[in-house]
């Protein structure tokens, strides 16, 4: 019996170690011992296969080199690289390869998905923040004033007080006004605006921002030229080097929607 398994085993050894390979050396042998190799895995391998072969194909040339070949139009360096990865590779070889290829990318995807999702995150603690510390500056419209009058019309001007409590001085405000009439808020006449104080507001100092409304018969139809009728809120405060301080817009709701993508990414 010993006589009769030992031969037996020996064949299939053999068979194991001579595995159809792919050959490069010319586009014939190319073509040919691709297909052999093919016909060589069992059915199920065989879509693998044809999946694998691809990604294997194109792992060795980047996507600079493939640009500046195909602006070129040098083709046998494309066909090269192709060769170079290919050659001397069994069916399985060609999977594994494949595979091990698609497992890195996955896992290089996953760790740029975490760290912007990280970085995102953090822009939404800063957001809150930024929200909940710029109600405390005590930002309204508190009167409107008008110039000199010259031809019987005068500018107009809406002044804003601002009380800064935080311990640095402020520089700068970014800000928008929405128009109420009637106790009724107008969305469409939000505007959004920027002002730079002559000199920083110290920690626990009043300031004023001074927004121009134009002259004042532009207004002479509306009954409603009050200071009540302007709603002002900050969205954004400087500091000394004109950097934000705080700044509610810097999550949007772009930033929301991936930040929702990227925790359903990370989770798989």
Not at 93 to 101: C, G, H, V, Y
Not at 185 to 195: I, L, N
């Amino acid at each position: 019996m010993k006589k009769l398994i030992l031969p037996a085993l020996a064949v299939m050894m053999l068979a194991g170690c001579n595995e159809s390979e792919i050959d490069t050396t010319t586009e014939e042998t190319m073509k040919s011992s691709i297909q052999e190799v093919r016909n060589s895995l069992d059915d199920a391998d065989k879509p693998r296969f044809d999946k694998a072969i691809e990604v294997v194909a194109l792992s060795n040339i980047s996507i600079p080199e493939l640009l500046q070949a195909k602006e070129k139009e040098d083709d046998e360096f494309i066909q090269n690289k192709f060769k170079e990865t290919l050659n001397g590779k069994s069916g399985k070889d060609i999977i594994k390869l494949a595979t091990d290829i698609e497992n890195k990318k996955h896992a290089e995807q996953q760790e740029a998905a975490r760290n912007e999702l990280k970085a995102l995150e953090e822009k939404q603690a800063h957001r809150e923040l930024a929200t909940e510390k710029l109600r405390t500056f005590e930002f309204k419209s508190s009167r409107i004033e008008y110039g000199k009058e010259v031809n019987g019309d005068a500018p107009a001007t809406l002044i804003i007080t601002m009380i800064n409590p935080e311990k640095t001085s402020i520089s700068g405000v970014h800000y928008a006004i929405e128009r109420y009439i009637d106790g009724k808020a107008y969305p469409e006449t939000v505007k959004t605006f920027y002002y730079e104080f002559p000199e920083a507001i110290a920690a626990g100092q009043k300031g004023e921002v001074v927004l121009s409304l134009g002259n004042k018969s532009a207004w002479a139809k509306d009954e409603h030229m009050e200071p009540s009728s302007f709603f002002a809120w900050l969205f954004r405060a400087d500091g000394v080097d004109k950097k934000p301080l705080y700044d509610v817009s810097s999550f949007n709701e772009n930033d929301k929607a991936r930040l929702m993508e990227l925790k359903q990414q990370v989770a798989q």
